[in-house]
């Protein structure tokens, strides 16, 4: 049964996050229904990360198992003609191992959040950034998100929600930096909890606010508290963008 790896770009604006849902648009429903429609198969799409409602992808990596041998290219191609016209886009596929996983052979998850740190509302990047009218202090921010880079309990800045057995993660990269009146944060981890970044983001722009400052976000961050947590950024700037294997 061959496995197929696939790389996919998305829009996630009218989906209700990556995950499955009965009665709600979902990235990988629509996937499973082109898998279906290509192959008559049901078979299931196992991706790299589960983004939330809103949240987009540049490089989202999913496989799946036909029992059928195709050209890659085959799959790729048949893939984007059912796919039609969804805001997904399969820019990839190749045959790998069955011993490759999605999600469990990963070994780094790179995010990146954009926002459109200017007055004047979106004329063309509505729901694909966030506008933050007042003035951002970049280089607080940044400061203040090398408190979190490293091992942590990062309780205060996961869902309620999140199902993840531990708290604990460690944060290989988070950087802020300024192209114009661009700000776009950059983070690197093995895995997030459920809003992680979101959180944290939003927490960052607080401090570039002049709300919080770098001492604030350490305080945050020990309370081990999920009310110590700033505002949750919302998903219109958030794109998962490389997955490492």
């Not at 998305?10 to 499973?32: H, K, R």
């Not at 198992?65 to 790729?76: G, I």
């Not at 921010?141 to 990062?154: I, N, P, R, S, T």
């Not at 459920?194 to 309370?223: F, K, N, Y």
Request: charged share 25%.
């Amino acid at each position: 049964m061959p496995r197929y790896k696939l790389i996919i770009e998305y829009d996630g604006s009218p989906f209700c996050g990556w995950q499955y849902q009965d009665n709600a648009p979902t990235v990988q429903g629509a996937l499973e229904a082109a898998v279906t429609a290509m192959t008559g198969e049901m078979v299931r799409v196992s991706g790299a990360g589960r983004t939330d409602a809103g949240v987009h992808a540049l490089g989202q990596v999913a496989h799946i198992d036909l029992t059928r041998e195709y050209r890659a290219d085959r799959v790729r191609d048949a893939l984007n003609a059912h796919l039609r016209p969804h805001p997904i886009a399969v820019l990839s596929a190749e045959i790998i191992p069955e011993t490759f996983d999605a999600r469990f052979s990963a070994i780094k998850r790179h995010y990146v959040y954009r926002i459109a740190n200017r007055r004047a509302n979106l004329a063309l990047g509505a729901g694909h950034v966030w506008r933050v009218p007042k003035t951002l202090d970049v280089e607080a921010m940044h400061e203040a998100a090398q408190v979190l880079v490293g091992k942590h309990d990062f309780t205060t800045f996961r869902d309620t929600e999140c199902q993840a057995k531990s708290p604990d993660k460690t944060l290989d990269a988070l950087d802020v930096t300024r192209d114009g009146e661009n700000v776009i944060v950059t983070t690197s981890a093995r895995s997030f909890l459920h809003s992680q970044v979101r959180s944290m983001v939003g927490s960052l722009v607080w401090v570039g606010h002049g709300r919080w400052d770098a001492d604030d976000m350490r305080a945050a961050l020990e309370a081990c508290n999920r009310a110590a947590c700033g505002p949750v950024a919302p998903p219109d700037g958030l794109y998962l963008v490389r997955v490492d294997y």
